[in-house]
Nanobody, 126 residues
């Protein structure tokens, strides 16, 4: 079982930057995909970016060129560096870990039904 804890959210002005962290603990040896999602008020949760085991990353079109995923392999922390933030980036950001790559590599960034999730961190862009 994998546990994920997000941090780093907050309030920032449009055009600013934030870095979110997701600490992954537990049985991480078989984690094949880690990903960031967000959910804005009144909207469905959407994939922001994903990273598979070999380090390859994908980013959603809405954040391409502004957001970047990275991982500290020693500390097992997944980061989401966000810059040039816009009000429409406001939402709760979640990280997730999945044993399988299939959903990470699908047409839309996602994770499978057995994926583990963090509790989320609020990002507000004013």
């Amino acid at each position: 079982h994998v546990q994920l804890v997000e941090s780093g959210g907050g309030t920032v002005q449009a055009g600013g930057s934030l870095r979110l962290s997701c600490e992954v603990t537990g049985f991480t040896y078989d984690t094949s995909c880690v990903a960031w999602f967000r959910q804005a008020p009144g909207k469905e949760r959407e994939g922001v970016g994903s990273m598979v085991k070999n380090g390859r990353t994908r980013h959603a079109a809405a954040v391409q060129g502004r957001f970047s995923l990275s991982k500290d392999k020693v500390k097992n922390i997944l980061y989401l560096q966000m810059s040039s933030l816009k009000p429409e980036d406001t939402g709760i950001y979640y990280c997730a870990a999945d044993r399988f790559e299939d959903y990470c590599d699908g047409p839309v960034i996602g994770v499978g039904p057995t994926a583990s999730w963090g509790q989320g961190t609020q990002v507000t862009v004013s």
